[in-house]
Every structure is written in structure tokens, then in C-alpha cells.
């Protein structure tokens, strides 16, 4: 079993930048070299594909919407990955999710999440 929990959301103006963290634990994560994403998901929309990092952190994949505004990053050692926003948008008004799976954009291609924190941008 795996345990994803997503931390650093909150209410921002636009421009301003936000730091989200995710924390992974379980023996099952440890054993196997998954690879991080991060989705989103806004009010009455589908989750969608926002950045990837392989197991290395040799390769990195965004959204054409943040490529250049968001990085993602990771530390295995202490099972933790990050996403790191700047210049935020009204329109990244969502609920951002972490997941570990395959190195892919497609949601169900992840094998486990998090439960997701809110990241609210007012203009």
C-alpha cells in the first residue's frame, strides 16, 4: 500500500507563487521506481495533466498551459515531490492531485494519489 498526501495550497493573487509538496510512504513504494505526476482538477472539468518526473528525475513533461511557469522536482530519499508555481493564473484555479505510477500524461496510467489541496488564484 502507498500513501500520497499533497500540503501547500492555499488563496493566492495573481503573479504570486505557491510551493506544493507531496510526501509518499509505504514499503510498496519503496520497492518499486515509480514515477511522479501532478494533475488538477477545476469545478466542473476533468483532471487533467499538469507535469511528470521519471523515477531518476532525469526527465521531466509539462502542460503546454505551465510549461516555463511550474516545475516539478523530487527527492527520493525522502520520497517527496514538489511542484513549484510561479506567475499563477486565475485559471490554475484547482484542486491539484499527486500521483506515482508510469511515466505518462494519462491519469489512469497512475497507480496511486493523493487526496488533493486546494490552490485558489484571485486576479
Known amino acids: 500500500q502507498v500513501t500520497l498526501v499533497e500540503s501547500g495550497g492555499g488563496l493566492v493573487q495573481a503573479g504570486d507563487s505557491l510551493r506544493l509538496s507531496c510526501a509518499a510512504s509505504g514499503r510498496a513504494f519503496n520497492n518499486y521506481a515509480m514515477a511522479w505526476g501532478w494533475f488538477r482538477q477545476a469545478p466542473a472539468k476533468e483532471r487533467e495533466f499538469v507535469a511528470a518526473?521519471?523515477?531518476?528525475?532525469?526527465?521531466?513533461n509539462y502542460a503546454d498551459s505551465v510549461q516555463g511557469r511550474f516545475t516539478i522536482s523530487r527527492d527520493n530519499a525522502k520520497n517527496m515531490v514538489y511542484l513549484q508555481m510561479n506567475s499563477l493564473k486565475p485559471e490554475d484555479t484547482a484542486v491539484y492531485y499527486c500521483a506515482a505510477g508510469a511515466y505518462q500524461q494519462l491519469p489512469y496510467k497512475y497507480d496511486y494519489w493523493g487526496q488533493g489541496t486546494q490552490v485558489t488564484v484571485s486576479s
Open positions: 518526473i521519471s523515477w531518476t528525475g532525469a526527465r521531466t
